[in-house]
């Protein structure tokens, strides 16, 4: 079973810097579109970025962006989430998921991918 592992939360300050990281020991993640969501306490989950196959194309949520990057590392086999400025409204649960590998398309849709980490915890103290 194809397993996504999230590392890197903490609690931070306001202001501060954290690097999200996901990891697959039995998937290649360079062919697949990869995204970040979060969820924040009695909140929906919410796109938070998305990176291409290539890694050419991103996509970010307004809220976070010129804050975040989202890249890859192929020869680590993770994509990450250098997350800077960060807000206490930045505050969720994130979590790395996956398209199918049939599809090319970056979405901020949820319901586009189909394989899901079991998040890490991201605190911002103000």
């Known amino acids: 079973q194809v397993q996504l592992v999230e590392s890197g939360g903490g609690l931070v300050q306001a202001g501060d810097s954290l690097r999200l990281s996901c990891a697959a020991s039995t998937r290649t993640l360079s062919n697949y579109v990869m995204g970040w969501f979060r969820q924040a306490p009695g909140k929906e989950r919410e796109f938070v970025s998305a990176?291409?196959?290539?890694?050419?194309?991103?996509m970010y949520a307004d809220s976070v962006k010129g804050r975040f990057t989202i890249f890859r590392d192929n020869a680590k086999n993770t994509v990450s989430l250098e997350m800077n400025s960060l807000k206490s409204e930045d505050t969720a649960d994130y979590y790395c998921?996956?398209?199918?590998?049939?599809?090319?398309?970056?979405?901020?849709?949820?319901?586009?991918?189909?394989?899901w980490g079991q998040g890490t915890q991201v605190t911002v103290s103000s």
């Open positions: 990176i291409s196959r290539s890694g050419y194309t991103t």
């Open positions: 998921a996956s398209r199918p590998s049939s599809s090319p398309l970056i979405s901020r849709a949820p319901s586009m991918y189909d394989t």
